[in-house]
């Protein structure tokens, strides 16, 4: 993209797609040009889903420091359900570039393309596994990750019965079995099958 002339190249991904609660997470990254010829400025910075939560967190620090300008944003759960998922991944990452405060003249998201009304649609390459390839999406897969990540652990002491510390709103089997004895909450994204199927085992045991 430097080749073509771009200068300020945006990174897009999002965290928290396949979750069962929680909100859906994405980052938008601006590096400095001079931070895809000199590696050493961002070094480490990789796919987040490679790394430890001990270097996710020290790399998003480095790229907040660092970066030209990040921009993170959320959708709700009650947004993932009306909306559904692939529209209200569209939607923030639309949110997360306008929070940037440099305004991107091009911008490479992780598979998903925006929505064709957004104002940076026409300034959009979509890539396959851009979060492995591109400096950038990589950079965002950090910033959303981590950030999301520290949301559902301050969630989780609010509601400890469904450790959201420690599953981040994943379904794992204390989730699940949360959820099918206690039933789900605000939290939780109830156009999903998992979540409904374990709200129908609840409300069928009350009525038991």
Not at 39 to 50: C, E, I, N
Not at 77 to 96: C, S
Not at 97 to 120: Q, T, W
Request: hydrophobic share 45%.
């Amino acid at each position: 993209m430097l080749r073509e002339g771009y200068r300020l190249i945006a990174g897009v991904d999002e965290a928290g797609r396949g979750a069962w609660a929680g909100p859906l997470t994405a980052a938008a990254v601006i590096l400095p040009p001079v931070a895809y010829a000199d590696p050493r400025l961002f070094a480490g910075v990789a796919d987040s889903k490679q790394l430890t939560p001990r270097a996710r967190e020290r790399l998003a620090r480095l790229i907040h420091a660092r970066a030209a300008a990040v921009g993170v944003a959320h959708a709700s759960p009650r947004e993932i359900d009306e909306y559904g998922i692939a529209a209200a991944g569209r939607l923030t990452m639309h949110r997360a570039l306008r929070r940037l405060r440099l305004d991107p003249d091009h911008v490479i998201v992780d598979a998903f393309p925006l929505d064709p009304a957004s104002r940076f649609a026409d300034r959009q390459t979509a890539v396959i596994r851009a979060d492995a390839t591109c400096l950038a999406v990589a950079a965002a897969s950090i910033c959303a990750k981590v950030a999301r990540d520290r949301l559902m652990r301050q969630l989780g002491r609010r509601f400890p019965d469904y450790a959201f510390q420690r599953n981040k709103g994943y379904g794992t089997a204390r989730h699940r079995s949360a959820l099918r004895s206690l039933g789900p909450i605000a939290l939780h994204r109830q156009s999903f099958a998992p979540v409904r199927e374990a709200h129908a085992a609840h409300s069928l045991a009350l009525a038991v």
